[in-house]
């Protein structure tokens, strides 16, 4: 796309209105959803503008920089690149987060399990408690988490010594560098501490699946952020198994989960002794977390 091009085509300049018409076409023409808000986030990255700024100015004209800027930006997402990783960050629960190649790219369905983790520590926000939360990623979980929880401290464990980076990057960003712990390694093997509160979104796609996946999850999403084993659950069943030595009788267990395996991570949890206490859905309705204790029903 070339709107440098398209601006010295006409008369008058491009305007920030017209140039986020003329890419939304582009975008849309090339089966991209939300065409039309992606152009505009696409604007907001190429002139520095905020959302506000950009809906006061509509008529004013586009610079050449700022054209080739969104051209290359447009070619891009058109090329299924997501905004975010265009971008560079991405707004997860409160925050702003920097989203890194090396992690996988944080999503709304990921806010329900901080909030379902949240409603289980609801009488106790100001205590000292212990998080743990495996496979870290971009560390949006665990942000999102100290983030609501002040007095709290978080470890976070993953595999990849870039997404361990990328993790600690995004706790220094936010601020909360002091209250976590970094911790390269597979799950939880080489911990030793008992916490309050256990979290994980690990991978869950089955392996037959992937090649299914939309692009912008297919081509930029790292496969070891992805990759569940044959049925999806392989990851669960090694969490799972390692549990009970990390949990005392109060610790809440909560894994996001794929829209149909919900019943299938119930089935390994209540396998290992624990009962589960919450299945909670996102916003398009799937049962996407299942929350559980050790032991029996609470009253």
Known sequence: MNLGAR???????????????????????????????????????????????????????????????????AARRAAREPVSRILGERGFWTLDLAVAPSVLDPRPDTETLVETALRFVADRRDAPLSILDLGAGSGAIACALLSELPAARAVAVDLSQDACAATAANLARCGLSDRAA?????????????????????????????????????LHDPALALDGGADGLERYREIIGD?????????????????????????????????????????????????????????
């Open 243 to 299: 549990l009970p030595r990390l949990i005392d009788e109060d610790t809440v267990v909560a894994f996001e989960v794929g829209f149909d395996q919900a019943g299938g991570v119930a089935a390994l949890l209540e396998a290992h002794g624990f009962n589960i206490e919450r299945v909670a859905r996102d916003v398009e309705g799937h049962e996407r977390v299942v929350a559980a204790r050790l032991g029996p029903p609470r009253p």
């Open 7 to 73: 601006k010295a085509a006409t008369s008058d300049p491009l305007t920030r209105a017209q140039a986020i018409a003329t890419v939304a076409d582009y975008l849309g023409a090339r089966g991209i959803e939300d065409a039309q808000e992606d152009a505009r986030a696409l604007l907001r990255a190429a002139t520095g503008l905020t959302r506000l700024e950009l809906a006061m100015t509509p008529r004013a004209p586009l610079s050449d920089e700022e054209a080739r800027a969104l051209s290359r930006y």
């Open 182 to 218: 970094v911790v390269r390694g597979r799950w939880a093997e080489a911990l030793q501490a008992r916490f309050d509160l256990i979290v994980s979104n690990p991978p869950y796609v089955r392996t037959q699946d992937i090649s299914g996946l939309d692009p912008e999850v297919r």
